[in-house]
């Protein structure tokens, strides 16, 4: 996957090449965890997970690399969201059914919801 970061001017990058790990820290229970690899305890542990900091600290880029490890690993169905794209008249619910089959519209809301309900996604 390739990225655009204004640190190489906009020049597209392999995010494999300049991804340099974060650290994800939960100052209420203490905890640490740094993500340089798929991170399976954090994700068995947690069912969700909110990542906060000032812009261009990394997030979407952790994002993008955590979803392209769970690609690799074979871990549930990633499905990548960028919240931007959503509002009033596209929710999160159009945006997966994009993401499932972005050359058929004809994807049936209520099978997505049944397969989202069965709990093998990941959503990024």
Sequence with gaps: MFIKTIVFNNNPKNLGEIYI????????CKIQEKISD????????????????????????LLKFMFLRAINLNKGIPIFIELRKLNNEHTVIDE?????????????????????????????
Aim: net charge negative.
């Design 96 to 124: 997966i059914m994009k993401e499932i089959n972005p050359i058929n519209s004809n994807v049936d809301k209520h099978k997505v919801l049944d397969l989202i309900s069965e709990g093998d996604f990941i959503f990024f």
């Design 21 to 28: 790990p974060l650290t994800l820290e939960n100052k209420e």
């Design 38 to 61: 798929y991170p399976n305890t954090l994700m068995e542990e947690y069912n969700k997970i909110v990542i906060t900091d000032s812009a261009g600290m990394g997030k979407s880029t």
